[in-house]
């Protein structure tokens, strides 16, 4: 029989996300340090910061609990539960100066094993915070999904003429010369294709109904995580797959309404099982 999420946990994420969104708000006009600058990324010492001081809230009051970051993991802790943290979502963004970032913190529950990539996680909550806006969407787990307490739902435009599609490129070359024919064939058909640069952003945004849906290829579990499950707790449908470990992810996000009309311009690697879970 599977334990109960821990008590107050979804307290103590809303409360780790919104002390890292201060941090973030805090340093978005200083001189940034920058860790790591690559083609098409760039990592700031002050995402390592943000994770350490969302591990140390989350640590504080769930001290078995091991964290899946995107600057370090805490894999050495034996749990039925894991979080899994972005302390900065949208750090090219940060970095220069555009204010559309997230802090996006998941929790999730080891349900099984996988056949070929290890345990298999379900993910139970999650929060997505922007801190420029101060907008925080929560849902737990067959609850409903809200922004700053209110309720949210995807859209209901059924039409892609009447449909705003968001696309995340990933930093691999393969996936701009995979996704650029299928923008070509798609642009066309939609009202608009939007390029964010916030993963987190892009689902909750279509749990929200300000966009209908969002696909990348290659994305990280901790971009998606906590956005996910939002947008499936506000009635949209988040396919998912893992290609490769660990934590690398096709994602199609919709509103359900436009799934299937969406996939006929994807990319057959697009075509995801609803039934898929987080592996790795």
Known sequence: MKSRIPKDSLKVAIKSALSAGRLIQRNCRKLKTV?????HDIKLDLDVQAQDLIESILFRAFKDIPVV???????NIDSEFRWVVDPIDGTVNYAYGIPHVAVAI??????????????Q????????????????????????????GKIIHVS???Q?????????????????????????????????IRIMGSAALDLVYVASGRLDAYWEAGVRLWDIAAGGLILECAGGQFEHALIQSPHFYHILATNKLITSSL?????????????????D
């Not at 998941?106 to 290890?118: E, S």
Request: aromatic residues 10%; neutral net charge.
């Open 35 to 39: 860790k790591e600058d690559t083609l």
């Open 69 to 75: 970051g995107e600057e370090k993991s805490t894999i």
């Open 106 to 119: 998941a929790l999730q529950r080891c349900i099984g094993n996988c056949d070929k990539h290890g345990k």
């Open 121 to 148: 996680y379900l993910t139970e909550l999650g929060v997505v915070y922007d801190p420029f806006k101060e907008e925080l969407w929560t849902a737990e787990r067959n609850k409903v999904s809200r922004l700053n």
């Open 156 to 158: 209901t435009r059924s």
């Open 160 to 192: 892609l003429s009447d449909c705003i599609i968001a696309v995340g490129f990933a930093r691999f070359d393969s996936n701009f010369k995979k996704i650029l024919p299928q923008i070509e064939q798609l642009g066309p058909k939609v009202k608009k």
């Open 263 to 279: 996939k006929s311009f994807i990319d057959n690697a697009f075509l995801i099982s609803p039934d898929e879970y987080f592996c």
